[in-house]
């Protein structure tokens, strides 16, 4: 029998009336209560359940139970998940966390943390595993962690009692079980996060922690590495321009300081007709031949702003990497040692935060993003990654000041003169 790994809580007391040190309870919401965030359809909603308090063995049972009973009475319908949970837990048993996301994915579960609740060590590892994101996700229905809800991880360790009492007549054997077991702790960590495909530095870097030091989510950059995403993210009051250098820096594959990017403006007229010039260049680069070379040898097909939209419209419908104009539209260069490279075309709405569109400047061309927003948030992508979106809670005795995420300084970004082309039309 291995000794127990725990994920708790070290030093932090649980908030007055939430019971929280206790075992974990698992119950279904009223129907009566307050509509949810996660409404599925406009008549129908979820059924909704909350586990609070320790996690302990035996929990994941009880889950798996309550999930199949759900599972008959609501069979799962296509791209809709089965349930939303609230957790609210100060941690607990290592394996049975991980036991309770496996849970949550398989049966297509979307957990979420209420602005009031704390969901730590074990508690964070399970809510890794309900990130469920339903067929035509919009924000905030299929997202995580409201803000002012508190999620952080930290490092496991042996149940020292419990070890104790099964080798306490054979020293040599406590240590070969205490190796063993944390030896068997990692293994389970490294596979649970590869299996909710995060990166393979979350286990690392979780494991390199001392056990009472916590890594809260509070960052963009966060919340994008462990698919989560706050509820309550409003647009960033950032010029466009910066939100569009920022839509860039995500979509690269190695994002660059924002102090090298270069942002112009393509006046609104133009924007189309621009991004078929680069359409143009990027044949002209590979020598292609064929009617459409031809076209644009000749210019025929710009001489009529209908003529230059439906080329532009064809294109896009053929698959060429065009972004759809929807709102200002900005080139985003780079400043590579004194050289200035063009990087992406990005055109933003100015209504909707969701609704941006973005195409990279590659070498042979025009080329999709290679990192795509994830679709329960877009609006991720107009943050930089190390704006903070859900800050850590501060400790007791320091000066509570909340600085909100746009108010901080922010790097001014360069603007770019657009070349023209007039000068080159025959």
Same mark, same amino acid.
């Given at each position: 029998?291995?000794?127990?790994?725990?994920?708790?809580?070290?030093?932090? %007391?649980?908030?007055?009336?939430?019971?929280?040190?206790?075992?974990?309870?698992? $119950?279904?919401?009223?129907?009566?209560?307050?509509?949810?965030?996660?409404?599925?359809?406009?008549?129908?909603?979820?059924?909704?359940?909350?586990?609070?308090?320790?996690?302990?063995?035996?929990?994941?049972?009880?889950?798996?139970?309550?999930?199949?009973?759900?599972?008959?009475?609501?069979?799962?319908?296509?791209?809709?998940?089965?349930?939303?949970?609230?957790? %609210?837990?100060?941690?607990?048993?290592?394996?049975?966390?991980?036991?309770?996301?496996?849970?949550?994915?398989?049966?297509? $579960?979307?957990?979420?943390?209420?602005?009031?609740?704390? @969901?730590?060590?074990?508690?964070?590892?399970?809510?890794?595993?309900?990130?469920?994101?339903?067929?035509?996700?919009?924000?905030?229905? =299929? @997202? #995580?962690?409201?803000?002012?809800?508190?999620?952080?991880?930290? #490092?496991?360790?042996?149940?020292?009692?419990?070890?104790?009492?099964?080798?306490?007549?054979?020293?040599?054997?406590?240590?070969?079980?205490?190796?063993? =077991?944390?030896?068997?702790?990692?293994?389970?960590?490294?596979?649970?996060?590869?299996?909710?495909?995060?990166?393979?530095?979350?286990?690392?870097?979780?494991?390199?922690?001392?056990?009472?030091?916590?890594?809260?989510?509070?960052?963009?950059?966060?919340?994008?590495?462990?698919?989560? @995403?706050?509820?309550?993210?409003?647009?960033?009051?950032?010029?466009?321009?910066?939100?569009?250098?920022?839509?860039? #820096?995500?979509?690269?594959?190695?994002?660059?300081?924002? %102090?090298?990017?270069?942002?112009?403006?393509?006046?609104?007229?133009?924007?189309?007709?621009?991004?078929?010039?680069?359409?143009?260049?990027?044949?002209?680069?590979?020598?292609?031949?064929?009617?459409?070379?031809?076209?644009?040898?000749?210019?025929?097909?710009?001489?009529?702003?209908?003529?230059?939209?439906?080329?532009?419209?064809?294109?896009?419908?053929?698959?060429?990497?065009?972004?759809?104009?929807?709102?200002?539209?900005?080139?985003?260069?780079?400043?590579?040692?004194?050289?200035?490279?063009?990087? @992406?075309?990005?055109?933003?709405?100015?209504?909707?935060?969701?609704?941006?569109? $973005?195409?990279?400047?590659?070498?042979?061309?025009?080329?999709?993003? $290679?990192?795509?927003?994830?679709?329960?948030?877009?609006?991720?992508?107009?943050?930089?990654?190390?704006?903070?979106?859900?800050?850590?809670?501060?400790?007791?005795?320091?000066?509570?000041?909340?600085?909100?995420?746009?108010?901080?300084?922010?790097?001014?970004?360069? %603007?770019?003169?657009?070349?023209?082309?007039?000068?080159?039309?025959?």
């Amino acid at each position: 029998m291995l000794a127990f790994l725990v994920l708790t809580v070290i030093g932090i %007391s649980p908030l007055p009336g939430t019971g929280q040190l206790q075992a974990a309870t698992i $119950v279904s919401l009223a129907a009566s209560a307050p509509a949810s965030l996660f409404s599925r359809t406009v008549a129908v909603e979820s059924p909704r359940l909350r586990l609070t308090g320790m996690i302990e063995p035996g929990d994941a049972e009880r889950l798996r139970d309550l999930l199949n009973k759900l599972n008959e009475l609501l069979p799962l319908r296509p791209g809709m998940p089965l349930a939303t949970i609230e957790l %609210s837990s100060l941690g607990g048993d290592l394996s049975e966390g991980v036991r309770i996301g496996e849970l949550l994915r398989s049966y297509r $579960v979307v957990a979420v943390v209420r602005k009031q609740d704390l @969901c730590l060590s074990a508690c964070a590892l399970a809510l890794l595993g309900g990130n469920t994101v339903r067929t035509g996700a919009a924000y905030p229905f =299929d @997202c #995580n962690v409201e803000v002012g809800g508190k999620v952080a991880f930290h #490092n496991f360790f042996l149940d020292r009692s419990h070890l104790r009492r099964m080798t306490s007549d054979d020293p040599i054997a406590s240590r070969l079980q205490g190796f063993a =077991d944390g030896r068997s702790g990692a293994a389970m960590l490294i596979k649970y996060a590869a299996d909710m495909g995060l990166p393979p530095a979350f286990a690392a870097n979780l494991m390199a922690r001392p056990v009472e030091e916590f890594q809260y989510v509070e960052t963009i950059g966060e919340f994008l590495a462990l698919n989560l @995403c706050p509820i309550g993210l409003e647009r960033p009051r950032l010029p466009l321009s910066h939100q569009a250098a920022n839509v860039c #820096n995500n979509s690269l594959a190695h994002p660059v300081p924002l %102090s090298a990017i270069i942002v112009g403006q393509i006046e609104p007229p133009r924007a189309r007709r621009y991004m078929l010039e680069r359409v143009q260049d990027g044949l002209n680069a590979a020598r292609a031949r064929g009617k459409l070379a031809d076209q644009f040898a000749t210019w025929s097909v710009m001489r009529s702003r209908d003529e230059v939209e439906k080329l532009y419209d064809d294109l896009r419908a053929a698959g060429v990497a065009l972004p759809e104009i929807v709102g200002p539209t900005f080139e985003v260069a780079v400043n590579e040692a004194g050289r200035i490279r063009a990087a @992406c075309y990005v055109s933003l709405s100015s209504a909707d935060p969701d609704r941006y569109e $973005v195409v990279l400047q590659g070498p042979r061309g025009l080329a999709e993003a $290679v990192r795509k927003p994830p679709a329960n948030a877009r609006r991720l992508f107009l943050y930089d990654h190390q704006a903070v979106a859900n800050r850590r809670p501060l400790p007791e005795d320091q000066e509570r000041v909340v600085v909100d995420i746009e108010d901080r300084q922010t790097p001014p970004l360069a %603007s770019r003169q657009l070349p023209g082309r007039d000068a080159l039309r025959p």
